[in-house]
């Protein structure tokens, strides 16, 4: 399929890519980043950092406690969040697209994204109110490749952690992207979670809709989906949900077609 010209939104997670260790994953997913861009697409790219956010937090005599797969964010624990997105997954992954040839930009959400809590019960964890896209058309104006971290901001200085999954949605979904691709430690959605040959190739946002409603889909993979139906919903053409493990996956599903599950 041809991207040229078009922007692609894609969520990195370094834990669900194939390489034998976090570094060689970021290589091979960087080396993916930059063909897609040589090749005419206009990639934005968005990282979580759960398990450094966790061993962070570890370092400093901080236990980790989650609701709902969401990570309890106290005062203390944000400056964490942030430490660990901006000063080490951020950096890191924006030096990988250089050192391979690309022109990465890295930025913090909270300079696109204004935030609102979710629940007072979970602290600074916050949901995407709006989008400011300037400064991302700006960068990719300047062929740049941006690189995001999932934080947002109130309006008022105080930084909120975002899903990273949900912050992948809403720039797709207010840049007007082509693609949104999730790299996830599956082969793509199944009917029936226990079965292997029940793996959905294609389906719509509609069908995705009510399998949450009942209950097919759970945990982790529900911001995924969710924010695949939104996204498609809200005009764009593809959401895709494919498996990061297998080594180029990006690069296959952007020269070969379709893998994994695909959302339209």
Not at 58 to 71: H, S
């Amino acid at each position: 399929m041809n991207d040229d010209g078009q922007i692609v939104v894609v969520k990195y997670g370094g834990n669900a890519l194939a390489g034998a260790t976090e570094s060689d994953a970021m290589e091979q997913f960087a080396l993916d980043v930059v063909q897609m861009h040589r090749e005419g697409a206009r990639p934005v790219v968005v990282h979580g950092g759960g398990p450094q956010i966790s061993q962070l937090m570890q370092a400093r005599g901080k236990q980790p406690e989650f609701r709902n797969g969401l990570r309890v964010t106290d005062a203390e624990t944000i400056e964490i969040v942030r430490t660990a997105l901006m000063g080490q997954v951020n950096p890191q992954l924006v030096a990988a697209i250089n050192a391979r040839g690309g022109s990465a930009a890295g930025l913090s959400g909270e300079e696109v994204i204004r935030a609102i809590a979710r629940d007072a019960g979970l602290g600074f964890v916050g949901g995407v109110a709006a989008v400011d896209t300037t400064r991302l058309q700006d960068l990719l104006a300047q062929g740049l490749i941006p690189v995001v971290a999932p934080l947002g901001s109130n309006g008022s200085g105080q930084t909120y952690n975002i899903n990273a999954d949900t912050v992948a949605g809403a720039l797709a979904t207010a840049l007007g992207a082509q693609r949104l691709v999730y790299l996830t430690d599956i082969e793509g959605l199944r009917r029936v979670v226990a079965d292997a040959s029940s793996l959905i190739r294609e389906t719509s946002a509609d069908e995705l809709a009510t399998m949450l409603a009942g209950g097919t889909i759970a945990n982790g993979m529900i911001p995924k989906v969710q924010s695949c139906i939104d996204a498609v919903r809200s005009g764009v053409r593809t959401a895709h949900i494919i498996d990061g493990r297998i080594p180029h996956a990006l690069r296959e599903l952007l020269t070969n077609g379709p893998t994994g599950t695909v959302v339209q």
